[in-house]
């Protein structure tokens, strides 16, 4: 039983610990990106005959068409004449979230690479379930139950009973393990899966095409991140994840809609309304990786690079969001809708 929950479990590590953020369900989606959103989520949840990407997801005509919006893609020029788009991306999507908007098209044809937040394949390897496992279990002398309060615990055992689980199979994982298994399995539950992610759409795409592509951090970091949480922080976040069940759908279709017209004061008041709460937790999850990040597009900028950026829309909002950020460096940075030199 354990081993057949653990391969369930592996579904789904792709999210950002939130208690720092008013909704883990949304920082899945639109802050970190890798871990959890391409893998199988638990077949509690998995409908037969899903779909890997949308239809003719390998052919062109896919991904001329027009969507609906003006898309979430801002354009950084330097001086030196290097060009990149700034793609914020949903790393779980559903079939009817297709067409994207043509921004992301001009993007991907005029770009000569394509950067994500983890290098093409790595969050496909074989070796990260074992990693993640590493990570996620407790010891033999710990269990969730010990770790959370009476009253999560029995949110878990009514969660776990109504998805033909036991919490008992869940005890041995730790709390931030938990709570992005259960995220993931809520999203899949409204058709929003890890194959039909941005990320992965275009990822599909480049390596059909042979259009190169890298990544700005590593899977061991993003790891690493989880582990860096305390008991208390893991505590709330599965606390948070309990309380947040039952307006799934309807955060996630504001979020699609902000998203599709690239409104980024509508993602980040919905992402950080209780932030100041939690800044060393903000600073670890996004405001240190943006900084990091910066420098790098710094560079391929003054190597007159021109590059599709692949991050989560998350990242792109706010006073320490790339967008203000690159703008703070001097780069004229605006929205595709404003662009005409292409």
């Not at 910066?294 to 692949?310: G, Q, S, T, Y």
Request: glycine share 8%; charged share 25%.
């Amino acid at each position: 039983m354990r081993r057949e929950l653990h391969l369930r479990l592996s579904a789904s590590l792709n999210g950002s610990p939130v208690p720092v953020f008013r909704s883990i369900l949304l920082v899945l989606a639109l802050s970190l990106g890798g871990l959890s959103c391409r893998r199988q989520l638990p077949t509690s949840v998995t409908k037969d005959g899903e779909s890997s990407g949308p239809t003719g997801i390998s052919g062109m005509a896919d991904y001329v068409q027009d969507g609906e919006g003006d898309g979430c893609v801002w354009v950084v020029d330097s001086p030196s004449g290097g060009r990149l788009f700034l793609c914020g991306t949903i790393h779980i999507l559903r079939e009817q979230d297709y067409p994207l908007a043509p921004a992301y098209e001009a993007a991907y044809m005029f770009s000569d690479k394509l950067v994500y937040e983890l290098p093409p394949d790595e969050s496909t390897s074989a070796e990260l379930p074992k990693k993640m496992a590493q990570f996620g279990m407790y010891s033999a002398d710990a269990s969730l139950n010990e770790n959370i309060s009476p009253q999560t615990w029995e949110k878990v055992n009514v969660w776990a009973k109504k998805h033909g689980l036991k919490a008992s199979d869940l005890n041995r994982y730790r709390p931030w393990y938990v709570s992005l298994m259960l995220t993931a399995t809520e999203y899949a539950a409204l058709g929003a899966t890890p194959n039909l992610g941005v990320d992965t759409h275009f990822e599909k795409r480049a390596r059909e095409e042979g259009k190169p592509g890298e990544g700005l951090e590593t899977a061991d970091f993003q790891i690493q991140l989880f582990a860096a949480l305390t008991k208390k922080q893991q505590s709330d976040l599965l606390d948070q994840t309990m309380g947040e069940m039952d307006v799934v759908a309807r955060e996630y279709e504001r979020m699609i809609k902000a998203w599709r017209y690239g409104r980024l004061d509508d993602l980040y008041k919905m992402l950080f309304a209780e932030a100041d709460k939690y800044p060393d937790i903000v600073n670890l999850f996004l405001t240190a990786r943006n900084i990091v990040w910066v420098d790098k597009l710094d560079l391929m900028l003054k190597k007159r690079e021109k590059a599709m950026i692949l991050v989560g829309a998350g990242h792109l909002a706010g006073p320490n969001g790339l967008i203000e950020l690159m703008a703070r460096r001097g780069y004229k940075v605006r929205h595709y809708r404003e662009v005409k030199d292409f």
